[in-house]
């Protein structure tokens, strides 16, 4: 491309909030740096209090490439780390990366070329997950499967279109301003939160399975239980703070863990024939394991049906004992103040 089109261009801001990411951040850094987009690109990384060599490598990036800086998110929440790094930014467009997602090539190009074509508030496609251990790979199944995630088009692809909500995004910086960015007191669900404003708004969430990033899944079936829990926790708490968000691919695995567990506590007590429920489960869980699980080493299949089953029922449990108390808290909160819009 020339250079008086690459002038035309927007610039652009790409903010990542990071918290223990010494595995992965330099190569996140680094796809980004290597994007084709000819104009101009920052990356503002905001900082969370890490218990690794996060710090570290961030201050290497910054020394190695000027467009890299840093800024200090004390809290270590997502949502806070966020907006520090919009606050720091400049560009008129926002892209959101985090510190375990890798964009592909041309990310960043086709989500800016898309942004003017469809006139949308916000872009995003596809989260890719791509495991390394078996364990992860059999997460990564999991999570790309309809019988893991169900009919979001985020994780299991799908045809372009309006969509609820897209996998991290790509922002115009007077939305961002005009919603007050992010709210901070969503520790999780923070993107779907934000994104049911912008559509209230009448903004325009477009998905395209064109926008891939890779994401790296938790590495332990303790760590997925907790990230599905607090999912689960999250979600909740959304569908009470705006009334009528609830979504019927919510309610699946509450049902599934009530189910569960009402069909194994009946089965001992009553009758036999209540252990149909789980059984059935169980059954559902293996056919469907089966299915996501081609192409898997022998080892990494074993592993799904594990990984399935710990994502439906920490996310069900979250789900259902997500305290009303949470939910008061963030509906007495300020509404997210104004953010000034800044222009390259």
Not at 93 to 108: A, E
Not at 171 to 177: D, G, I, P, Q, T
Not at 234 to 258: D, E, F, I, K, Q
């Amino acid at each position: 491309m020339n250079t008086k089109a690459a002038e035309e261009l927007p610039a652009v801001s790409v903010i990542m909030p990071v918290l223990n990411e010494e595995r992965h951040l330099r190569t996140a850094v680094r796809r980004i740096l290597e994007q084709d987009y000819p104009g101009e690109l920052e990356v503002v990384i905001a900082l969370g209090p890490s218990g690794d060599r996060t710090d570290e490598i961030a201050a290497e990036l910054v020394a190695e490439d000027p467009r890299v800086r840093t800024v200090p998110n004390p809290t270590g929440r997502t949502p806070a780390g966020l907006n520090a790094a919009v606050r720091a930014s400049s560009h008129p467009v926002v892209v959101r990366v985090d510190g375990h997602g890798l964009l592909t090539p041309g990310y960043i190009s086709t989500a800016v070329r898309l942004l003017d074509e469809m006139d949308a508030a916000n872009v995003g496609g596809i989260m890719h997950a791509e495991g390394e251990t078996e364990w992860e790979k059999a997460v990564a199944a999991a999570m790309t499967s309809r019988i893991g995630v169900g009919n979001a088009s985020f994780h299991t692809g799908g045809l372009a279109g309006p969509a609820d909500t897209v996998y991290l995004g790509v922002f115009r910086r007077e939305v961002l301003a005009a919603q007050g960015g992010y709210n901070e007191e969503f520790v999780r669900a923070q993107d779907w939160e934000l994104n049911y404003r912008i559509r209230q708004d009448g903004g325009l969430i477009w998905f395209t399975p064109q926008l891939r990033v890779t994401y790296r899944p938790r590495p332990s079936v303790r760590a997925l239980a907790k990230q599905y829990k607090d999912y689960g926790r999250w979600r909740r708490v959304v569908t009470r703070y705006h009334r009528g968000s609830v979504n019927l691919r919510y309610l699946a695995p509450p049902a599934a863990l009530l189910g569960v567990l009402g069909g194994l506590v009946l089965g001992a007590a009553l009758h036999p024939a209540f252990l149909a429920v789980p059984l059935l489960y169980l059954c559902g869980l293996l056919g469907g394991g089966a299915v996501a699980g081609r192409g898997l080493s022998a080892r990494a299949r074993v592993r799904l049906p594990v990984a399935l089953a710990t994502m439906h029922l920490s996310w069900g449990f979250g789900f259902l004992t997500s305290p009303r108390s949470l939910a008061r808290k963030v509906i007495a909160s300020k509404a997210p103040a104004p953010m000034s819009p800044v222009s390259s």
